[in-house]
């Protein structure tokens, strides 16, 4: 991951194109550099071609008589002068097999620490790319996005050449949209063309630094007399008796590094000084030791300041990402092919009024989900709305219309006001108004809450002491005749169309019947929907509900065993399923394991891969036409101002694309074939986490039990103090922050030694990976857990 470090300042160089200067002018940085009284090093990743050609010789031969100190030195070198990715599947030795980028990118991140270590004085650092922005690497990944994980940076030397200013703005924007700093630009003065001119005005809007360096000499036949003009020229570009206009770049740079560490540094007290966070008991906040400052974030993992850091280590270091940020995270943090598809659609469209009009990403997205995604064989409709919690607001106007036109001849008017939900304890739906009406009162909920509804305590699946049970509610107790079953394995308790007949499910409906008729003769509220979390209720603390339950419930209010008509009965069922859809916990939508398919539901988080705010409510065609009228006071009045986002739509779009791929990645089929059957045949549910080690934490002393679907894990701590406002799972694995220092250094980009940053809920840690998070860096969080766990 990135480093950044105070003495030793690092700055990447990246070209416009091949053959525009890098190496002359990251030469002349270096003397300059030295010239400064700095400790120089150069390095050069990979260089292609003969020695004599090579970029670290260049370096070493006109630099070492003039510096105070420089190190010059290359890591990979390869005998052909072609690309590299070319250039390693020519050499002879080796049989032509190119390292991993993982393993590039860890060769120069541990090249770097290095450096840091050993030098006490003020340094600087050059590193030269190869060829162009998006040259192919030694894998064949573009450079760009192949030293992205690093994060160092970056120097941009345009083209002074026919066509160079295409190239320069074309690069510049490249590397702006994988998120890199670019400190300074630099490039050759030519009469002729006048790039610079063009450039200088370019990036001066910008407010990025331009330095344009005059031209070297003409390379001369006679070696000695080559060297002595390149010498010159050298000379007279960094001495400080003329312009010096490396020496103003070196300056310029070194203000830059001093400007982002002293930003790193005062931003803990400016948070604290203007931020009002979400979720954040301010007056638990003890200071600026509080405070996490995420300098960058890729893949999995954020760089975060390291307020310990001593003078020779990085004062940023990775934490990887283990709540998913808010499980939004879908493939990790910086994805490239996420930021082009938002690039496309903002270049194409920007935001554009959705009323009544439609463009290409909006309907792509709502045929995906409807005819190939969590709609399909139910869903006709699709609505967009901007998150989760307004998604939930579109679907209970929906349903509450619906019932509302059916009972019509059976319900007042005064009465439509006072229609409830039904639901299950610990549910949470998002933080607007109607969406906290539709939980019971509970830590989330405010002044104006309102609960409208009845909420039944469900039977929750877990592992423990090594063995799959189903804890059963008091309330439900006296019908099953037990508070826990002991199942068969976890396959058998998502067979819900196997469990269907068996005395249990019998118990549920007995008693949900029971429950709604004694609500009915009290008087309590008319129910007009029955909302649920399908499987994972999140909020209320990664709750995993028997499956059943829900399937019976279902069947229960609408008065039948679910099939697949398309017209709702009993009460319009609505899915919440923005926290588990789209593969969260292992599956695209919940319909298909539970055996019964809703009215309503509603995706995000997952949809967007994180990148940005968007929701769907998929409705059938039946909740539809309850609002179809020709009285326009009759319609949907509902609606955002980026209402179908295109760029929203657009990176929906390429999310799922990329879901599509991961489906059937190895990684994938790995890990289904670990949660496999005892007879081999697959199981109905699977975990990107291990099941040997879920077995093994669920028979610690410590552990109440563990459960996990997908890419989620949850464990439940043992202790008096249970609850939201607990802070006992908080305090039993607080040392996970601290980066690993056990040896495993090769899981986090660039093979540094990383920390965890979770969330808890309560007596509830929970643990959740990218949909795309490798199998190493899985199983390094496993022994990371499984260590805090034993030590405690």
Same mark, same amino acid.
């Given at each position: 991951?990135?480093?950044?470090?105070?003495?030793?300042?690092?700055?990447?160089?990246?070209?416009?194109?091949?053959?525009?200067?890098?190496?002359?002018?990251?030469?002349?940085?270096?003397?300059?550099?030295?010239?400064?009284?700095?400790?120089?090093?150069?390095?050069?990743?990979?260089?292609?071609?003969?020695?004599?050609?090579?970029?670290?010789?260049?370096?070493?031969?006109?630099?070492?008589?003039?510096?105070?100190?420089?190190?010059?030195?290359?890591?990979?070198?390869?005998?052909?002068?072609?690309?590299?990715?070319?250039?390693?599947?020519?050499?002879?030795?080796?049989?032509?097999?190119?390292?991993?980028?993982?393993?590039?990118?860890?060769?120069?991140?541990?090249?770097?620490?290095?450096?840091?270590?050993?030098?006490?004085?003020?340094?600087?650092?050059?590193?030269?790319?190869?060829?162009?922005?998006?040259?192919?690497?030694?894998?064949?990944?573009?450079?760009?996005?192949?030293?992205?994980?690093?994060?160092?940076?970056?120097?941009?030397? $345009?083209?002074?050449?026919?066509?160079?200013?295409?190239?320069?703005?074309?690069?510049?924007?490249?590397?702006?949209?994988?998120?890199?700093?670019?400190?300074?630009?630099?490039?050759?003065?030519?009469?002729?063309?006048?790039?610079?001119?063009?450039?200088?005005?370019?990036?001066?809007?910008?407010?990025?630094?331009?330095?344009?360096?005059?031209?070297?000499?003409?390379?001369?036949?006679?070696?000695?007399?080559?060297?002595?003009?390149?010498?010159?020229?050298?000379?007279?570009?960094?001495?400080?008796?003329?312009?010096?206009? *490396?020496?103003?770049?070196?300056?310029?740079?070194?203000?830059?590094?001093?400007?982002? +560490?002293?930003?790193?540094?005062?931003?803990?007290?400016?948070?604290?000084?203007?931020?009002?966070?979400?979720?954040?008991?301010?007056?638990?906040?003890?200071?600026?030791?509080?405070?996490?400052?995420?300098?960058?974030?890729?893949?999995?993992?954020?760089?975060?300041?390291?307020?310990?850091?001593?003078?020779?280590?990085?004062?940023?270091?990775?934490?990887?990402?283990?709540?998913?940020?808010?499980?939004?995270?879908?493939?990790?943090?910086?994805?490239?092919?996420?930021?082009?598809?938002?690039?496309?659609?903002?270049?194409?469209?920007?935001?554009?009024?959705?009323?009544?009009?439609?463009?290409?990403?909006?309907?792509?997205?709502?045929?995906?989900?409807?005819?190939?995604?969590?709609?399909?064989?139910?869903?006709?409709?699709?609505?967009?709305?901007?998150?989760?919690?307004?998604?939930?607001?579109?679907?209970?106007?929906?349903?509450?219309?619906?019932?509302?036109?059916?009972?019509?001849?059976?319900?007042?008017?005064?009465?439509?006001?006072?229609?409830?939900?039904?639901?299950?304890? $610990?549910?949470?739906?998002?933080?607007?108004?109607?969406?906290?009406?539709?939980?019971?009162?509970?830590?989330?909920?405010?002044?104006?809450?309102?609960?409208?509804?009845?909420?039944?305590?469900?039977?929750?699946?877990?592992?423990?002491?090594?063995?799959?049970?189903?804890?059963?509610?008091?309330?439900?107790?006296?019908?099953?005749?037990?508070?826990?079953?002991?199942?068969?394995?976890?396959?058998?308790?998502?067979?819900?169309?196997?469990?269907?007949?068996?005395?249990?499910?019998?118990?549920?409906?007995?008693?949900?019947?029971?429950?709604?008729?004694?609500?009915?003769?009290?008087?309590?509220?008319?129910?007009?929907? +029955?909302?649920?979390?399908?499987?994972?209720?999140?909020? $209320?603390?990664?709750?995993?509900?028997?499956?059943?339950?829900?399937?019976?419930?279902?069947?229960?209010?609408?008065?039948?065993?679910?099939?697949?008509?398309?017209?709702?009965?009993?009460?319009?069922?609505?899915?919440?399923?923005?926290? *588990?859809?789209?593969?969260?916990?292992?599956?695209?939508?919940?319909?298909?394991?539970?055996?019964?398919?809703?009215?309503?539901?509603?995706?995000?988080?997952? +949809?967007?891969?994180?990148?940005?705010?968007?929701?769907?409510?998929?409705?059938?065609?039946?909740?539809?036409?309850?609002?179809?009228?020709?009285?326009?006071?009759?319609?949907?009045?509902?609606?955002?101002?980026?209402?179908?986002?295109?760029?929203?739509?657009?990176?929906?779009?390429?999310?799922?694309?990329?879901?599509?791929?991961?489906?059937?990645?190895?990684?994938?089929?790995?890990?289904?074939?670990?949660?496999?059957?005892?007879?081999?045949?697959?199981?109905?549910?699977?975990?990107?986490?291990?099941?040997?080690?879920?077995?093994?934490?669920?028979?610690?002393?410590?552990?109440?039990?563990?459960?996990?679907?997908?890419?989620?894990?949850?464990?439940?701590?043992?202790?008096?103090?249970?609850?939201?406002?607990?802070?006992?799972?908080?305090? +039993?694995?607080?040392?996970?922050?601290?980066?690993?220092?056990?040896?495993?250094?090769?899981?986090?980009?660039?093979?540094?030694?990383?920390?965890?940053?979770?969330?808890?809920? $309560?007596?509830?840690?929970?643990?959740?990976?990218?949909?795309?998070?490798?199998?190493?860096?899985?199983?390094?969080?496993?022994?990371?857990?499984?260590?805090?766990?034993?030590?405690?």
């Amino acid at each position: 991951m990135s480093t950044l470090f105070k003495r030793l300042r690092i700055h990447q160089v990246f070209g416009a194109n091949t053959n525009v200067g890098k190496t002359i002018l990251t030469t002349a940085l270096v003397r300059a550099s030295a010239q400064k009284g700095k400790n120089v090093f150069y390095l050069k990743p990979v260089s292609t071609g003969p020695m004599d050609d090579a970029d670290d010789y260049h370096v070493n031969r006109y630099t070492t008589k003039h510096a105070r100190w420089i190190d010059a030195e290359c890591l990979f070198r390869y005998d052909e002068p072609v690309s590299p990715h070319l250039a390693v599947q020519m050499q002879k030795s080796g049989e032509g097999t190119p390292p991993s980028d993982e393993t590039f990118v860890n060769s120069i991140a541990n090249r770097i620490r290095t450096y840091a270590r050993s030098t006490l004085d003020p340094s600087h650092m050059y590193l030269e790319t190869a060829g162009g922005v998006h040259s192919p690497s030694l894998s064949g990944t573009s450079q760009a996005d192949c030293y992205r994980p690093l994060f160092l940076p970056t120097i941009l030397i $345009g083209d002074s050449k026919l066509g160079g200013i295409s190239s320069t703005i074309s690069s510049y924007e490249s590397l702006l949209l994988r998120g890199y700093i670019i400190d300074a630009v630099m490039l050759f003065h030519d009469d002729y063309y006048k790039n610079g001119e063009y450039l200088k005005k370019y990036f001066a809007e910008r407010g990025v630094f331009l330095a344009i360096v005059d031209a070297p000499p003409p390379k001369l036949s006679e070696p000695w007399e080559d060297f002595t003009s390149t010498e010159k020229y050298y000379e007279s570009i960094t001495s400080s008796d003329g312009p010096n206009i *490396v020496g103003s770049v070196v300056d310029h740079l070194d203000s830059c590094h001093v400007k982002r +560490l002293e930003e790193l540094e005062s931003m803990p007290r400016r948070t604290l000084d203007s931020i009002w966070w979400p979720f954040v008991q301010h007056g638990l906040v003890k200071g600026e030791k509080d405070v996490t400052v995420i300098d960058s974030a890729y893949s999995d993992f954020f760089s975060v300041t390291n307020k310990d850091a001593s003078s020779e280590s990085s004062i940023v270091s990775p934490q990887y990402d283990g709540s998913a940020s808010w499980w939004t995270q879908t493939v990790g943090h910086a994805h490239p092919s996420l930021t082009l598809a938002a690039a496309r659609a903002s270049g194409r469209y920007g935001h554009v009024m959705f009323p009544q009009a439609i463009h290409l990403p909006a309907l792509n997205l709502a045929e995906r989900l409807i005819q190939n995604g969590p709609g399909k064989g139910w869903a006709s409709r699709a609505f967009f709305s901007d998150n989760g919690s307004t998604g939930m607001e579109v679907a209970l106007k929906m349903a509450l219309r619906a019932f509302s036109i059916r009972q019509k001849d059976h319900l007042k008017n005064e009465e439509k006001k006072e229609l409830g939900i039904l639901g299950l304890k $610990g549910s949470y739906h998002g933080d607007t108004i109607g969406a906290m009406d539709a939980c019971e009162e509970g830590v989330y909920t405010c002044e104006w809450h309102n609960a409208k509804g009845y909420w039944f305590d469900p039977p929750t699946v877990g592992i423990k002491d090594g063995e799959v049970n189903i804890t059963v509610p008091a309330s439900l107790a006296s019908f099953s005749q037990s508070n826990s079953v002991q199942a068969e394995s976890l396959s058998w308790v998502y067979d819900v169309e196997g469990r269907l007949q068996t005395p249990l499910a019998r118990a549920y409906a007995l008693y949900i019947t029971r429950a709604l008729e004694a609500l009915k003769q009290r008087g309590g509220p008319k129910l007009a929907a +029955l909302v649920l979390e399908p499987l994972v209720m999140g909020a $209320g603390g990664m709750l995993f509900v028997d499956p059943l339950f829900q399937r019976v419930l279902v069947d229960t209010v609408r008065g039948r065993r679910s099939g697949s008509s398309t017209k709702w009965s009993g009460l319009p069922v609505i899915f919440d399923e923005v926290f *588990v859809g789209l593969h969260r916990i292992g599956m695209e939508s919940t319909g298909p394991l539970l055996g019964v398919y809703p009215d309503i539901s509603v995706n995000a988080k997952v +949809l967007t891969g994180g990148l940005v705010p968007l929701a769907v409510t998929l409705t059938s065609q039946s909740i539809f036409e309850a609002f179809l009228s020709d009285n326009k006071a009759e319609a949907l009045l509902h609606g955002h101002s980026y209402t179908a986002h295109a760029i929203g739509c657009e990176v929906a779009n390429e999310t799922l694309s990329l879901i599509d791929k991961l489906s059937a990645s190895e990684d994938w089929l790995a890990a289904q074939a670990s949660w496999a059957k005892s007879d081999g045949q697959p199981s109905p549910v699977w975990s990107l986490w291990d099941p040997n080690f879920i077995t093994a934490i669920s028979k610690l002393p410590q552990v109440k039990e563990a459960m996990t679907l997908g890419s989620v894990l949850a464990i439940k701590v043992q202790g008096a103090s249970a609850g939201y406002t607990s802070q006992s799972a908080q305090t +039993l694995l607080q040392s996970l922050n601290i980066a690993s220092q056990d040896g495993q250094l090769s899981s986090a980009p660039g093979g540094a030694a990383f920390g965890i940053h979770f969330r808890t809920l $309560g007596d509830v840690a929970y643990f959740m990976t990218s949909l795309n998070t490798t199998s190493t860096v899985i199983r390094s969080i496993e022994d990371r857990i499984w260590t805090t766990l034993n030590s405690t």
